[in-house]
């Protein structure tokens, strides 16, 4: 029989220490202290920890573009396609920042090419949204489908119109002419 499954302890059941170290573990992650997060990956520290929004340590180190603290995490098991409560993974955040080297690191360590949340999205409709003209290539050489819709029936050439993004609107017309 196995035991059942814990829930985990809401901020009201946590004593001020605690609170203060979870605190200081995802400031690392945001501030890309890779050596630090290292050191307390080697000690236990579970690498998929996520805070009340549901970003991970390495949605964190990667959003804000922190590539080696980002490698650390994966390197210890952290997983590139755990989504957050809207529905994002750290491809997305990449996508979205505009981060070639943290995409590349990403997928070099698994992460899914059309991994979508519930809205249907991609990290090519992200690169294709905010003129990621770099980040689409990437994605489109890996594999993405240019001609995926996202829950609203919208292509990332919509979404590329939409807001303007001349760059990847040629290169979404490009690519979706091509096939």
């Known amino acids: 029989m196995q035991p059942a499954p814990t829930r985990p302890p809401s901020s009201d059941e946590l004593d001020e220490d605690t609170l203060a170290f979870v605190r200081r573990v995802f400031g690392f992650a945001r501030a890309g202290e890779a050596a630090e997060l290292a050191t307390l990956l080697g000690q236990g520290l579970p690498p998929n920890l996520r805070n009340e929004r549901g970003d991970s340590l390495l949605m964190l180190a990667c959003y804000h573009g922190h590539h080696d603290a980002a490698k650390v995490l994966l390197d210890h098991g952290a997983d590139p ?99």
């Open 81 to 179: 396609d755990l989504m957050n409560d809207v529905g994002q993974a750290p491809l997305h955040g990449a996508a979205f920042k505009g981060d070639l080297r943290i995409a590349i690191l990403l997928l070099s360590h698994g992460a899914q090419v059309d991994t979508a949340g519930p809205n249907g999205k991609t990290a090519l409709m992200f690169a294709a949204m905010f003129n990621r003209a770099d980040i689409a290539r990437l994605l489109l050489a890996r594999g993405a489908d240019p001609f995926r819709l996202d829950a609203d029936g919208n292509s990332m050439l919509d979404a590329a119109r939409r807001m303007g993004a001349a760059d990847t609107m040629e290169l979404m017309a490009a690519s979706t002419n091509e096939r």
